[in-house]
């Protein structure tokens, strides 16, 4: 899926290159050190002020945290999706600019949310790279695994039993599998504009977070991302000779 393609594209950018590295490397310090007892997420991840553990840094440091492999895994290959096509479109500069802004104010937005304590990832920004693309190809098509969807719903719906312990605790091997199948055979692949997925995520999203708040996911912070995002697009086209 690669809407723009002129002449010199790359499939893996600069930026997007060196946020995968940075990424995949923090996760793996996170894990070395916690067999020494040493918890990275506690000094980087993002702290809400009242626990007394905020830390000025950790605004940019929580988005290169991740709380387990899968959780990594999912964000960076989003990363590649979105972030390979905006960045040939954009440029590294406008393209690092927009990650960074998308996933601080992911963050800050998140602080105000009651009952938070502290959030690792880089999901607010890769949403703010969701909304990007969505508004960038509005009318370009995002294929979508019927039975990814399938297997997601069922791991939510059975999330407290057995079953759904295995599908979560395999979710990358699934995905992968049926990713696979689904490009060898074509099937159960549905082809939606990048508009009605985007718009579709963040109705989700808004669901998910007014009435899954339990589930310990930042759905406001994604939700954060895309409003950041959806400002600063905004104001570039109305700024279209802007620097940044």
């Not at 950018?13 to 060196?18: F, G, N």
């Not at 996760?27 to 040493?38: K, N, P």
């Not at 990275?40 to 002020?49: D, E, F, K, V």
């Not at 939606?192 to 579709?200: D, E, F, N, P, T």
Request: glycine share 10%; charged share 10%.
């Amino acid at each position: 899926m690669a809407p723009y393609q002129p002449q010199g594209y790359r499939m893996l950018p600069t930026a997007v290159k060196h946020l995968l590295i940075i990424n995949t490397i923090a996760y793996l310090a996170s894990m070395v050190l916690e067999i020494q007892g040493i918890y990275l997420n506690t000094y980087l991840g993002l702290w809400t002020p009242s626990t007394g553990h905020f830390r000025a840094w950790q605004p940019l440091t929580y988005m290169f945290m991740h709380g387990s492999f899968d959780h990594l895994f999912f964000n960076m290959f989003a990363l590649w999706m979105f972030g390979s096509t905006l960045e040939n479109y954009w440029g590294t500069r406008r393209f690092v600019f927009y990650y960074f802004i998308c996933g601080i104010g992911a963050g800050l937005l998140h602080l105000l949310v009651p009952g938070v304590h502290l959030t690792v990832g880089a999901s607010g920004a890769v949403y703010g790279l969701l909304l990007a693309f969505g508004m960038t190809f509005p009318n370009d098509r995002i294929y979508i695994l019927i039975w990814l969807i399938a297997v997601m719903a069922l791991t939510s719906i059975l999330a407290a039993t057995p079953i759904g312990a295995f599908l979560n605790n395999w979710s990358i091997i699934i995905f992968l599998a049926i990713w696979i199948y689904s490009l060898r055979t074509g099937r159960g692949v549905v082809g939606i504009k990048a508009k009605w997925m985007v718009l579709g995520y963040a109705v989700l999203e808004l669901f998910e977070g007014i009435f899954r708040s339990f589930d310990g996911i930042a759905h406001f912070a994604h939700l954060g991302g895309m409003l950041i995002g959806l400002l600063l697009i905004l104001y570039w086209r109305k700024h279209p000779f802007s620097r940044i």
